[in-house]
Nanobody
């Protein structure tokens, strides 16, 4: 069964930090991994991506310098470290993968999606 399961979301105060995890039921060693988010009333947007070939990373301008994506292939897990959180970061965050080794940051067509984890940043 192909499955991506996000965890680590919750309520956090503005300026705080949170670490999201995405556990895969399959070997993700050769796949680019993505984080997306969807805020209330808005379209889903790409947040970050990490390639499998050289672990190059890409970020949306809105989170650059604050968020860090990483991966642990031995554990088939991808992480998103979120620092200096803002109220506008409030959203459901989704883990996703495309069966390519390199990131295609900007695309929203993925092969597999998780069901999301809610991040609520309070003021």
């Amino acid at each position: 069964q192909v499955q991506l399961v996000e965890s680590g979301g919750g309520l956090v105060q503005r300026g705080g930090s949170l670490r999201l995890s995405c556990a895969a039921s399959f070997n993700l060693d050769y796949y680019a991994m993505y984080w997306f988010r969807q805020a209330p009333g808005k379209e889903r947007e790409g947040v970050a991506c990490i390639s499998s070939s050289d672990e190059s990373t890409y970020y949306a301008d809105s989170v650059k310098g604050r968020f860090t994506i990483s991966r642990n292939n031995a554990e088939d897990t991808v992480y998103l470290q979120m620092n200096s959180l803002k109220t506008e970061d409030t959203a459901v965050y989704y883990c996703a993968t495309e069966t390519l080794s390199n990131c295609r940051f900007g695309t929203s067509v993925m092969d597999f999606w998780g069901f999301g984890t809610l991040v609520n940043v309070s003021s």
